[in-house]
C-alpha cells in the first residue's frame, strides 16, 4: 500500500477483520473519488446518499455503495468514460481492481458499475500481523456499486467538499437539506425485497438530530418522478409529517435493526426503535426552501 494509504488507515480504530474490511471499503470508495474527480466526472455531477453523508459530512456509520446524480438531464452520458482514470487510481495507490459496468436488466435512467476484488488479498495488504485476518473466505470478492442517475429530479442545492488524501481533489455533493430530501424520500418509498433497511432510518435519526431541514422543493420532485405524489400536489410540512408516521407504522422495526447493526459500533440506541419513538422525533422536522 502507499503511504497515502497507510495515513488514510491510521483514522480507524480497527479491532478485528470486519473493521479492516469496512476500512478497506471506504479508502477505496475515497480513492475511487479522487479518480473520478481528476476525470472532470464532477463537472456534470453530483455525489448523494449514506456513503456522500459517511465520508463529508460525519455520519458515524459504514454505507457500501456510492451514489451520484448529473446535475441536468442527459441521455447520451456514458460512465463508462471514467473507468479508466478510476482504475489507474487505484492501481496507483496499490489496489488491483476491476471497474465494470452493469448491464441494465430493465430500461432505466440509473446506470451502474461495481469496484470489484479480491478481499483477503487486499486485507493482508493492510492489516498488521496482529491480529491476523479471521473469517475471510479465500474466494471473497470485494464489491462496491456506484450508480449514477442520468434523469435528476429538480430542486436539489450543492455544495463543494474537499480531501488530501490519497491525494487533493475537490467533489460537489448535495447540501445536506437535499442529502435529507433524497433520505426521508427512501423513508417514504423504498421497497425492501427481503428486509428492511435499517440504515435508512438510522439516517433520519441523525439528521434530525443535527437540526437539519430538509429540502421540501426537491423531496416533492423526488415523490413526483417517482409516482409517490400527484404533480399538481403541494407538499408541506403537516403532509409530510402525516406521510412518515404513516410509513412508520408499517415497518418491522426489529428488520431494521437487523439491517443496521453490522454498519455502526455503538447498538444501545437500537433499543428505543418502534413506530412511537419515530413518530415522536419527527415533530422537530423543519423545511427548507431553495430560496430560504
Known sequence: MTSAVETMLKKYDCKNTDDYRNALKEIIQETALCGLSRAGFFNKAAFYGGTALRIFYGLDRFSEDMDFSLITPDSSFDLSNYFITVKSELEANG??????????????????????????????????????????????RLKIKFEVDTNPPEGATYENKYSLLPAPYSVRLYDAPSLFAGKIHAVLCRNWKTRVKGRDFYDYIWYLSRDIPVNIQHLRARLVQTGNLDSDMALTLPELKRMLTERFRKIDFNEAVKDVRPFIKNQSQLKLWNTDFFTAITDTLTIKSISG
Open 95 to 140: 489496489f488491483s481492481m476491476t471497474v465494470e459496468r452493469k448491464q441494465k436488466q430493465q430500461n432505466s435512467t440509473i446506470q451502474s458499475a461495481f469496484i470489484k476484488g479480491d478481499t483477503l488479498v487486499h486485507l493482508l495488504k493492510i492489516v498488521p500481523i496482529e491480529p491476523p485476518v479471521a473469517g475471510v473466505a479465500p474466494n471473497e
